[in-house]
């Protein structure tokens, strides 16, 4: 992912649960920010609707616990979509 992307994101997770960015490393978990499945759930829409680039898929989403891993399932999924793009033309 490219350190734009993440920064945005990093700045929409903060945005979202009223945090500093800079608190958001890469270990940080979502139950340690007072997030629960739900919580994690309305972040995704979020993100997906402020960033309209990414998308994460929903099986994805049940997995993520920390800001790494939410970081990786952006990451494969623009890597999926671009895979995707390539073998259309």
Do not use: C, Y
């Amino acid at each position: 992912m490219n350190d734009t992307l993440a920064a945005k994101v990093r700045n929409v997770i903060a945005g979202h649960f009223g945090i500093d960015a800079n608190r958001l490393t890469e270990e940080a978990r979502f139950s340690d920010l007072g997030a629960d499945w739900l919580d994690r759930l309305e972040l995704m829409i979020v993100i997906e609707d402020q960033l309209p680039d990414v998308a994460i898929v929903e099986v994805v989403a049940d997995q993520i616990d920390t800001i790494g891993d939410l970081m990786r399932a952006i990451e494969s999924s623009d890597h999926n979509r671009e895979a995707g793009a390539r073998e259309e033309i």
